[in-house]
């Protein structure tokens, strides 16, 4: 989603905005821009495309003497990606420039009332009527938090905003409501952005915003206010562990290639301090104050949608909760029959998830414990929720997510082990065996990522051609298929679906032949023969088959990419990794954007 930040300092500010923008890239974007206040003048600078266009435009006109400035990447929602559309968007009389994420939903009946008295609109967004509004309201009083103030009472939707004013040289204003916006606390210079890689080198003090305050940041002061009240907030400073290497290629092509060969270490630091390996405890004292389940309601989407079905299984196995999993933007509007004693646990890398947020809130308004499961610290899930589980897997750039993945199964993982000794359904020597193994995976994984990595090239060669393609799997493993899938797809724009192979003959081997290869996930387990019988039906029409399988063992394929055993639920994380690659590899060799997908974004806080 669109991407912002606002600097006020000693630098100059398009220099800093720039790189600003682009350590905020990943997040999805279709054109660029920002207004800077040099010499009492407005200066807007936009481009579509990418920020290398606006860069050229910026290098034309020299705006390097200002030392305040806000920028921002916009993803498309209303208008389509042009130069007039781009954001930062001016009011009226051109005497402030606001940048916007997010949706304002009453936007028509706004510039309906606004077109009436008189004001006309210079491109399609909803942002714009954000300016026209506080700009009518700052004809009436100079003091732009006031004049926020009351322009956002007309407002409803989401928006994290970001202004600056030709009445406030060296100043920049921010606010936000159901959007991420974070507020950098640097020396003689502070930032506000949507996003903490975006000043990450300059500052790793931060303040989390919540909804409804308005910010005011200066090179040497900021205040917080209420947005209402206007009265002035104290707001706890937190300093982030993240360094900036974290947030680098570190020498990789791809970001989403460096997450991928961070797993082992992702595995590590998710562990890291809850586990005691000689007693066979977890130490998950975020959890101390919440009873144990009796029932859980998982909802997620996307990726951490698949991690959550992954888990479903370890939840009742190990621990004897049964576990209902929802796609949180179904679950928000189906509501369910929780009881007391039921949790809600939300699973969201960002922890900014649009759908996610609201079905924490829908589900927090009936009353119901929600626990949220988050990467980013600080985020909105992470601060609504009535305990927060973090997976440390550290920043997580690339749109399509993997290590994010691991991480969250191996904290659900941990959590599982956890109830499940909890509630007596795990013994002793069940729960150090269980941790033992997952301790192993780390060096196990790490040695077998070059000989993937090769396997997976070879393999995206063979098969590029292919326009279509099943991820096929039974029990546990289905979710991995999706996974497989959901990942081919979004980033090498090859059509595919990841199946039970049981349901196969009920409709969608009608698709088979020999251009329309499968993908199959053969552990060693009470399954395999079924699954193989399943790959013989596909063989038998024609189709090609690639089997990911432990080494040693019977099959019929075209392709077979053999993983090494490993004991389940853990072998889990070696065939998750194996289709990351397969993906990773098919995208580089098409050529494809492999961390900035078409169409996508990489936190989608829009419903
Ligand atoms: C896929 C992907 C998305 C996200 C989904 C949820 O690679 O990244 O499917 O998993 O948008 O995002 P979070 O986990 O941030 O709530």
């Given at each position: ?29 279709d ?5 800077l206040?040099?010499?009492k ?35 498309a ?20 420039a ?14 309906r ?11 399609d ?14 004809e ?22 970001a202004?600056v ?7 920049v ?6 959007s ?47 947005a ?13 562990s ?14 989403m290639?460096?997450?991928i ?23 998950l ?12 309601h ?20 190990w ?17 369910r029959?929780?009881q ?5 646990l ?32 600080g ?20 749109v ?9 199964m ?31 995976l ?15 090239q070879?393999?995206?060669?063979k ?14 493993y ?11 797809k ?25 251009e ?25 029409r ?8 432990p ?28 289709l990351?690659?397969?993906?990773y ?23």
């Amino acid at each position: 989603m669109c991407g912002i930040i606002g600097y006020a300092g000693h630098r100059p500010a398009a220099t800093v905005i720039l790189e600003g923008l682009k350590r905020l890239e990943y997040r999805g974007y279709d054109s660029a821009g920002m207004a800077l206040i040099q010499n009492k003048e407005l200066n807007l600078l936009r481009a579509k495309g990418k920020i290398r266009e606006l860069e050229d435009k910026i290098a034309q006109c020299d705006p390097y003497h200002a030392t305040s400035g806000i920028g921002h990447t916009r993803w498309a929602t209303h208008g389509l990606p042009s130069e007039e559309n781009a954001h930062p968007h001016p009011d009226y009389e051109q005497k402030l420039a606001l940048v916007h994420n997010g949706i304002i939903e009453n936007h028509s009946l706004l510039k309906r009332d606004l077109r009436e008295q008189g004001y006309s609109f210079r491109s399609d967004t909803d942002s714009e009527v954000l300016s026209h509004l506080i700009g009518l309201e700052l004809e009436h009083c100079w003091d732009i938090p006031r004049a926020m103030s009351a322009a956002l009472q007309k407002v409803e939707g989401s928006y994290a905003l970001a202004l600056v004013s030709l009445n406030g040289e060296g100043q920049v204003w921010a606010t936000r409501h159901s959007s991420p916006l974070i507020l950098g606390l640097g020396q003689g210079e502070n930032f506000v952005a949507s996003d903490i890689p975006a000043f990450l080198p300059y500052t790793r003090e931060v303040i989390f915003l919540e909804d409804n305050e308005i910010v005011q940041v200066s090179s040497s002061k900021y205040r917080v206010l209420d947005a209402w009240s206007l009265k002035d907030l104290d707001k706890e400073k937190v300093h982030i562990s993240w360094d900036v290497q974290s947030a680098q290629k570190s020498g990789y092509r791809h970001f989403m290639l460096k997450e991928i060969m961070e797993q082992p270490r992702v595995i590590q630091d998710c562990m890291s301090g809850r586990v005691d390996l000689a007693s066979g405890q977890t130490v998950l004292p975020e959890l101390d104050h919440l009873p144990l389940p009796r029932r859980l309601h998982v909802v997620a989407c996307g990726t951490s949608y698949h991690a959550g079905l992954w888990a479903r299984n370890l939840f009742q196995e190990w621990a004897g909760i049964p576990a209902e999993i929802e796609i949180a933007s179904e679950f928000r509007y189906n509501p369910r029959i929780i009881q007391d004693g039921d949790l809600v646990l939300a699973i969201s890398q960002s922890g900014e998830t649009a759908d996610t947020l609201a079905g924490l809130r829908q589900a927090k308004q009936q009353g119901q414990q929600v626990l949220g499961l988050c990467n980013v610290l600080g985020s909105s899930i992470a601060r609504e929720a009535d305990g927060v589980v973090y997976t440390q897997a550290g920043p997580e750039i690339s749109v399509a997510s993997t290590k994010a993945m691991c991480s969250q199964m191996t904290a659900l993982l941990l959590l599982a082990l956890h109830w499940g000794r909890k509630g007596g359904k795990l013994g002793d020597s069940d729960c150090r065996d269980l941790l033992q193994g997952l301790n192993e995976l780390p060096e196990l994984l790490d040695a077998e990522l070059p000989g993937m990595r090769e396997k997976a090239q070879k393999l995206a060669r063979k098969y590029s051609w292919s326009r279509s393609c099943f991820f096929l799997a039974r029990g546990t493993y289905f979710p991995l298929a999706l996974e497989g899938a959901l990942k081919l797809k979004e980033i090498s724009y090859i059509h595919a679906e990841g199946y039970t192979a049981g349901e196969m003959k009920h409709g969608p081997i009608a698709l088979v032949d020999p251009e329309f290869p499968t993908f199959a996930l053969a552990p060693d387990n009470g399954l395999r023969n079924k699954l193989l019988a399943n790959l013989q039906e596909v063989r038998t029409r024609g189709g090609p088959v690639i089997c990911l399988t432990p080494p040693g063992l019977e099959q019929d394929a075209n392709d077979v990419w053999e993983i090494p055993s490993c004991p389940e639920p853990m072998n889990g994380f070696l065939f998750l990794t194996a289709l990351q690659l397969f993906a990773y590899e098919m995208a580089v060799y098409l050529g494809k954007d492999v961390d900035q997908p078409r169409n996508l974004a990489k936190s989608v806080t829009v419903e």
